[in-house]
């Protein structure tokens, strides 16, 4: 049995937020800042796992030329992996494609890049000088193919030019494109380029594709091994949660034709983006804003105890939406208590620095539920149809066998009762029913209720 491991990254975007002038906006600093921490925190991993190798999936810098920091920082970068002895194979993307910076990547020997063209490279690195075993130095355990972006707009679908041998006992294919058969694969982006499909790739002997551009981690599929390591740190406030590297150990054996791959993720992101909805209990007391501010701290604080630690994280950076409905709605818009808010928040002692980026108040005014049913309108409508299911346990429970029998239903509304299949209790049904019932009509007066 042959064994290898490496990592694959992607989606840096160093130069991506400008140096900060104003020395007192801390939330600006960190993410100038971040991208080059989960650089040094990448050689740190590399420290602990000892990969063989490293694979990048394109877009290390944004467009243009790289700063005189973001040079700095990958030389001594490129430099460290040397010293560990770690390759790193590269596939530029179609923002740091191919003619910006051919000749500062051009300096280190550890650095392979792939030209336009589909190329590949050994591992381990061809030697230029004379070796003993001629045998050993051309029979390389893996090979890596790869092609790179000239071009920032790049619309063909490469995988029309490939081709590969994989005389190698590890074969392994880099390529900055979309996807875009895929549901697994949340595109943050927008931006379309070099569009493939699930099915283009399944022709070639390749173990492990290291696909880059989405910014979400995912794996396509398995066979091959088809996945995206998602940016290495977040460059948008849509990208949330945790961001780093992949370790991908792979076996061979002689017997067999597949690999066995395994994939382990590892953070590496000292900055991390959320979106957060706290929301008005419906059957909430609050006399005053005072009191509404103090719930907002406590849900918030409830909801960051769920978070996982993560010690290379020193940032988070929320947007926040207030939901509900309340007597004091208009308060709870004012620009004074929206930003005393955003003030006690920041304060809340953690393990990371809280920041906030926006809160947005959607607090509605009070609905009156109680005489919703005389309304002559679609809620109305509504309203009176849920009365009547209150009323009329059979009819409820014959709604409840047709979403048992529609698991994907059955998914999006359990609220946690019972397990699917279970037998219930009449105390329970009862319980479930008035839960489902009320939920429904707050879901319909947030859809159908004028704003």
């Not at 880099?174 to 283009?200: F, M, Q």
């Not at 173990?207 to 551009?213: E, R």
Request: with cysteine.
């Amino acid at each position: 049995m042959q064994q290898l491991s490496f990592i694959h990254v992607s989606d840096l975007h160093l130069d991506n937020f400008p140096p900060v002038k104003q020395e007192n906006d801390e939330m600006a600093i960190r993410l100038h800042d971040a991208p080059y921490e989960a650089l040094k925190n990448l050689l740190e991993l590399c420290r602990q796992k000892s990969p063989q190798f490293i694979v990048y999936s394109g877009d290390i810098h944004e467009h243009g030329l790289l700063s005189l920091e973001a040079r700095f920082c990958l030389t001594d970068f490129f430099n460290e992996l040397k010293t560990l002895d770690i390759p790193f194979y590269y596939a530029c993307g179609n923002h740091d494609h191919l003619g910006q910076n051919d000749s500062f990547f051009q300096n280190f020997e550890n650095v392979f890049r792939f030209s336009e063209n589909w190329s590949h490279f050994p591992y381990p690195p061809s030697k230029s000088e004379d070796t003993e075993n001629e045998a050993d130095r051309c029979a390389p355990l893996c090979s890596i193919y790869g092609v790179s972006h000239s071009t920032r707009k790049e619309l063909k679908n490469f995988l029309k030019d490939f081709s590969c041998n994989a005389a190698a006992p590890f074969n392994i294919g880099v390529l900055h494109a979309t996807v875009g058969s895929s549901d697994k694969i949340k595109n943050t982006d927008k931006h379309v380029v070099a569009l493939c499909r699930e099915k283009d790739f399944n022709s070639f002997p390749i173990d492990y594709w290291a696909l880059g551009h989405i910014h979400e981690p995912a794996v396509i599929q398995e066979s091959p091994f088809l996945a995206y390591a998602g940016a290495m740190q977040a460059t948008r406030m849509s990208e949330t949660g945790a961001r780093g590297a992949t370790l991908v150990t792979a076996e061979h054996f002689e017997n067999k034709t597949e690999q066995k791959i395994h994939t382990e993720f590892f953070p590496l992101a000292p900055l991390e983006t959320y979106s957060l909805s706290l929301a008005l209990a419906m059957d909430e007391e609050l006399e005053n804003t005072g009191q509404c501010l103090e719930y907002f701290l406590y849900a918030f604080k409830k909801e960051y105890a769920k978070f996982e630690k993560n010690p290379l994280c020193r940032t988070r950076i929320f947007n926040l939406y207030l939901e509900g409905q309340h007597d004091f709605y208009e308060e709870l818009q004012e620009e004074g208590f929206i930003q005393n808010l955003k003030s006690k928040l920041e304060e809340i002692e953690t393990d990371t620095k809280i920041f906030i980026k926006k809160i947005k108040c959607l607090i509605r005014p009070r609905f009156g539920y109680e005489n919703a049913h005389k309304r002559d309108d679609l809620l109305g409508e509504v309203f009176r149809l849920l009365e009547t299911l209150r009323q009329d346990p059979e009819t409820f429970e014959n709604i409840i066998r047709k979403l048992d029998n529609d698991f994907k239903i059955k998914n999006e509304i359990e609220l946690g009762f019972f397990a699917h299949g279970d037998k219930r209790s009449k105390k329970q049904l009862e319980k479930y029913r008035k839960t489902l019932l009320k939920a429904c009509e707050n879901i319909c007066v947030n859809v159908l209720e004028p704003k």
